[in-house]
């Protein structure tokens, strides 16, 4: 994956930096502060930046998916934390957030081969015109299943954030609710499409958002080393 390979690369360059450097502080060893010393580190990491910018910005993106209907994509959603898609369903609004299962639960998604991205962690918004809260699930999503992990009502202006760290009542733990009550949830969002076919297109839109977030933040470190 090229993220990880990216990202690793630099982590095992800084971590090995900082280490020489701690072991020769230890040995009594000071860093220079001098005007050209400052100058030279600068201009190492800006060529590194760079280097780094130029190679993710070659890579091909993964090839165009669709959402499933009647599912549409949200304006501008690439570049917010809001939600990705959005259906209706009679008089009800389904909105769809998804992030890395990884980021939410650490540990998760720590297998070389996939990155974390089969693991998808979505929070699926089902809200009513007139009604101040929704009822919201916190699901994970598989490429051949989808499992809710709660449900809660919450205030439809809640924050994503929020609702993954929630500061009131989240609901009893889903697995102590009886089978029945757990399959008619499943069969409630499954009935409002959302299932394992949303898989593809939010896998791919994963990737496409990552890649955007790294060269955004290559251009933005870059920026702030240049700035005088």
Same mark, same amino acid.
């Given at each position: 994956?090229?993220?990880?390979?990216?990202?690793?690369?630099?982590?095992? *360059?800084?971590?090995?930096?900082?280490?020489?450097?701690?072991?020769?502080?230890?040995?009594?060893?000071?860093?220079?502060? @001098?005007?050209?010393?400052?100058?030279?580190?600068?201009?190492?990491?800006?060529?590194?930046? +760079?280097?780094?910018?130029?190679?993710?910005?070659?890579?091909? !993106?993964?090839?165009?998916?669709?959402?499933?209907?009647?599912?549409?994509?949200?304006? /501008?959603?690439?570049?917010?934390?809001?939600?990705?898609?959005?259906?209706?369903?009679? +008089?009800?609004?389904?909105?769809? %957030?998804?992030?890395?299962?990884?980021?939410?639960?650490?540990?998760? /998604?720590?297998? !070389?081969?996939?990155?974390?991205?089969? *693991?998808?962690?979505?929070?699926?918004?089902?809200? +009513?015109?007139?009604?101040?809260?929704?009822?919201?699930?916190?699901?994970?999503?598989?490429?051949?299943?989808?499992?809710?992990?709660?449900? @809660?009502?919450?205030?439809?202006?809640?924050?994503?954030?929020?609702?993954?760290?929630?500061?009131?009542?989240?609901?009893?733990?889903?697995?102590?609710?009886?089978?029945?009550?757990?399959?008619? %949830?499943?069969? %409630?969002?499954?009935?409002?499409?959302?299932?394992?076919?949303? %898989?593809?297109?939010?896998?791919?839109?994963?990737?496409?958002?990552?890649?955007?977030?790294?060269?955004?933040?290559?251009?933005?470190?870059?920026?702030?080393?240049?700035?005088?």
């Amino acid at each position: 994956m090229w993220r990880r390979a990216v990202m690793d690369s630099k982590a095992c *360059q800084s971590w090995r930096l900082i280490t020489t450097r701690g072991a020769a502080a230890g040995n009594g060893k000071h860093a220079s502060t @001098s005007p050209s010393a400052a100058a030279a580190v600068n201009s190492l990491l800006l060529r590194s930046l +760079k280097e780094h910018y130029l190679e993710v910005s070659k890579m091909n !993106p993964p090839p165009k998916v669709n959402p499933p209907s009647p599912f549409t994509i949200i304006k /501008g959603a690439l570049d917010s934390n809001g939600p990705v898609l959005k259906r209706t369903y009679g +008089k009800e609004e389904i909105s769809i %957030f998804v992030m890395r299962l990884a980021n939410i639960i650490r540990g998760e /998604g720590d297998d !070389p081969e996939d990155n974390g991205i089969n *693991q998808l962690f979505l929070h699926v918004d089902v809200s +009513k015109p007139g009604q101040e809260d929704s009822l919201q699930f916190l699901c994970g999503l598989y490429p051949d299943a989808l499992g809710i992990h709660s449900v @809660s009502m919450r205030p439809k202006d809640e924050s994503s954030v929020e609702v993954v760290a929630p500061s009131k009542y989240n609901g009893p733990v889903f697995q102590d609710l009886d089978e029945k009550m757990r399959d008619a %949830f499943h069969s %409630f969002i499954e009935e409002r499409g959302v299932n394992e076919s949303l %898989f593809p297109f939010l896998q791919a839109w994963l990737y496409v958002k990552d890649h955007r977030n790294l060269l955004r933040w290559f251009k933005s470190v870059g920026t702030f080393i240049t700035e005088k």
